[in-house]
């Protein structure tokens, strides 16, 4: 089966009724984890960002807490199982401060990591790549925020 595009589909569902609307939603949520979390954020988690910034950065700080630190193998699984859950809640977002924010903690966290990060090249890697992310994300802000973050991007690079 051949999927339609997304103007289609906007264009369908903008002809169909509220209760048709539900219906879809419903089915969408029960087939996908995923889903079901996007839906959840656009209907509770939207109108109160910084309580969703903290309950993700919970979510962060509890898995590094878990974290096997006796190989760097084992490190490297979870730091990567890390960065996909803040990909996956940035794109929920879709805003730029919540994507700094995000990464900023991650980074810091990495930094807090014992043994170090630069002791494996991916996890150097998958630092190295956020910071980049971080540049190119404070660009596209507003000037205060834009000084803001910077200062905070050059502590976090001077540690």
């Known amino acids: 089966m051949k999927s339609a595009t997304v103007s289609q589909l906007k264009k369908e569902l903008q002809n169909s009724s509220k209760e ?32 969703f910034v903290f309950q993700v950065k919970e979510e962060i700080d509890e898995l590094f807490d878990t974290m096997n630190t006796d190989r760097y193998f084992f490190m490297k699984k979870t730091v990567q ?58 660009g596209k802000l507003h000037e205060d925020l834009q000084y803001d973050y910077q200062m905070e991007l050059v502590a976090l690079e001077s540690e």
Request: with cysteine; proline share 1%.
């Open 81 to 138: 199982k890390i960065d996909r859950q803040i990909k996956k809640h940035i794109r929920y977002s879709k805003k730029t401060e919540t994507k700094i924010e995000l990464l900023l903690y991650f980074c810091v966290k990495l930094q807090e990591m014992r043994p170090a990060y630069t002791g494996n090249s991916i996890i150097n890697n998958i630092y190295d790549r956020q910071i980049v992310a971080i540049k190119n994300s404070i």
């Open 20 to 51: 048709e609307l539900v219906d879809f939603c419903i089915r969408l949520v029960k087939h996908k984890k995923e889903n079901k979390e996007l839906l959840t954020y656009l209907i509770y988690e939207t109108e109160d960002e910084d309580a």
